[in-house]
């Protein structure tokens, strides 16, 4: 059974770009959640997407955004990067949602913002 | 959701039992107990889940009182490979995952 899949796994981008990453979850899996990780805040969750449809949001200014598509794949975009976007951001996947039990992470996409 | 507080640190021996314990102590009825594992620059691993008394599975046990305002994850003889972060969560079903600081683990030869 094929893992979360996450591309591109390193990028760089300057200030002012945008960037799109894509989440490709387990087969069979309808949520996916995002998280950014950074070395001062940790992990902090970004959105969840349950068949097509965002069910959670976090705390996270407009240029992040997301979106799911009815095959389960996701995508996020961060827009006018900043140099605090520069961060590791993982996606997830689970069957019913993050906390009815496992939940399945990628190896995440690295971002370094110039 | 409920706030969860865990040793920031922690050393053990290989060969050792070690036990982290995680406090919780507004944890609501319907909230679930996970523990993930995380190395460098790589995502979360899943362990183990549990509502109440003791799940074991192959890698990991998880204790957890009659009170469920603390649990306590168990990691049988370690060896190197488990230096990672240990992450204690607690949430109802459909929530997010809300990840502390998590408890550094190093195993030392």
């Known amino acids: 059974k094929a893992g979360v899949t996450q591309t591109p796994r390193y990028l760089i981008k300057t200030r002012g770009q945008q960037v799109t990453l894509s989440c490709s979850p387990i087969s069979g899996h309808r949520s996916v959640s995002w998280y950014q990780q950074t070395p001062g805040q940790g992990l902090q969750f970004l959105f969840e997407?349950?068949?097509?449809?965002?069910?959670n949001k976090g705390n996270f200014p407009g240029r992040f955004s997301g979106r799911q598509f009815s095959n389960s794949r996701s995508e996020m975009n961060v827009s006018t990067l900043e140099l605090g976007d520069s961060a590791l951001y993982l996606c997830?996947?689970?069957?019913?949602?993050?906390?009815?039990?496992?939940?399945?992470f990628g190896e995440g996409s690295r971002l370094t913002v110039l | 959701l409920a706030k969860t507080t865990q040793p920031i640190s922690m050393d053990s021996y290989e060969g050792q039992e070690v036990n982290i314990t995680c406090s919780h102590n507004?944890?609501?009825?319907?909230?679930?107990i996970t523990w993930y594992q995380q190395f460098p620059s790589q995502g979360p691993r899943f362990i183990i889940q549990?509502?109440?008394t003791k799940v074991t599975n192959e890698v990991a046990s998880l204790f957890i009182p009659a009170d469920r305002k603390s649990s306590t994850l168990s990691l049988p003889r370690v060896s190197l490979s488990d230096t990672a972060v240990y992450y204690c969560l607690v949430g109802p079903g459909n929530t997010p995952l809300v990840f502390g600081k998590g408890t550094r683990l190093s195993v030392i030869a």
């Open positions: 997407y349950f068949s097509e449809t965002q069910r």
């Open positions: 507004n944890i609501a009825t319907n909230d679930y």
């Open positions: 997830a996947s689970s069957f019913r949602g993050p906390n009815t039990g496992e939940l399945f």
């Open positions: 549990g509502y109440k």
